[in-house]
């Protein structure tokens, strides 16, 4: 009922109003991210926040020239791994089993089936 209730009374906003968005909203905002499930866990993105309006200005025309773009206080941009790679798939999974207090290598078998599943990304 309140997701519902969230649902409705949220709306996407077009025209800023000047003000900067409050910084505890801020990390609430990018807490949600945070824990938005994805696919295997992954969280395959990183998300830039951007608040230098110079920087702004300069993403208008990759943005369809939106203003909003350079008129919002941050900007959040969520950027996709451009690819699998083992290390990147371990790096998630042993913070995950450390979290959860097991021994590194539980998922050991999932994780070589994940890295069998996308193209190997070269050595970053
Ligand atoms: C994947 C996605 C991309 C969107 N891209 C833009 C965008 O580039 N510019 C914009 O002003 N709104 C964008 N929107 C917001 C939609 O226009 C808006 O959600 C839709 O018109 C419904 O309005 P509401 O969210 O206020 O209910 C996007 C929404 C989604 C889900």
Redesign the pocket.
């Known amino acids: 009922m309140v997701l519902l209730e969230a649902l409705n009374w949220r ?2 906003t ?1 025209k800023m109003n000047g003000q900067v968005v409050p910084q505890d909203k801020l990390d609430y905002i990018l807490e949600a991210a945070r824990l938005a499930p994805s696919s295997s866990g992954l969280q395959p993105f990183r998300i830039f926040v951007i608040s230098n309006k110079e920087l702004q200005e300069r993403m208008i025309p990759i943005s ?1 020239n ?1 203003s ?1 773009i350079a008129d919002a206080s941050h900007l959040l941009v969520f950027a996709a791994w451009d690819g699998y790679s083992l290390e990147r798939i371990e790096e998630v999974f042993n913070q995950t089993m450390a979290e959860r207090g097991l021994p590194a290598d539980t998922m050991d078998g999932y994780k070589q089936r994940l890295w069998s599943k996308y193209e190997p990304l070269g050595q970053e």
């Open positions: 709306y996407a077009k369809e939106q909003q």
